[in-house]
């Protein structure tokens, strides 16, 4: 049984930083891309980034440059760093695996079959 949960999510003040990890357990995605989407209340799920394989990473334009995305294959997790938030990234983030063969845009929650249950962040101005 495949899950995948989010940990590091929490309250901050607006320009602070929060460091979030997704532990996938049941398989390996070493060779799958990992993605991180938010949905923000009353707003629909929303891409943030995805990290592929080999390491190539993508970014929503609204978070180019504060956050990063990244991945330790030995420890099958994912993690975003996030710098200067805002009160606009407050959001319940998700991590996601795709676990299939795939050909299109990874920025689609519809080329990830497995999801975690979410973290908070919450970014105070």
């Known amino acids: 049984q495949v899950q995948l949960v989010e940990s590091g999510g929490g309250l901050v003040q607006a320009g602070g930083s929060l460091r979030l990890s997704c532990l996938i357990s049941?398989?390996?995605?070493?060779?799958?891309?990992l993605g991180w989407f938010r949905q923000a209340p009353g707003k629909e799920r929303e891409f943030v980034a995805f990290i592929r394989s080999g390491g190539t990473s993508y970014y929503a334009d609204f978070v180019k440059g504060r956050f990063t995305i990244s991945r330790d294959s030995a420890k099958n997790t994912v993690y975003l760093q996030m710098n200067s938030l805002k009160s606009e990234d407050t959001a319940v983030y998700y991590c996601?695996?795709?676990?299939?063969?795939?050909?299109?845009?990874?920025?689609?929650?519809?080329?990830?079959?497995?999801w975690g249950q979410g973290t908070q962040v919450t970014v105070s101005s």
């Open positions: 996601a695996a795709n676990g299939r063969s795939y050909s299109g845009p990874y920025s689609y929650a519809r080329a990830y079959d497995y």
């Open positions: 049941g398989r390996t995605f070493s060779s799958d891309a």
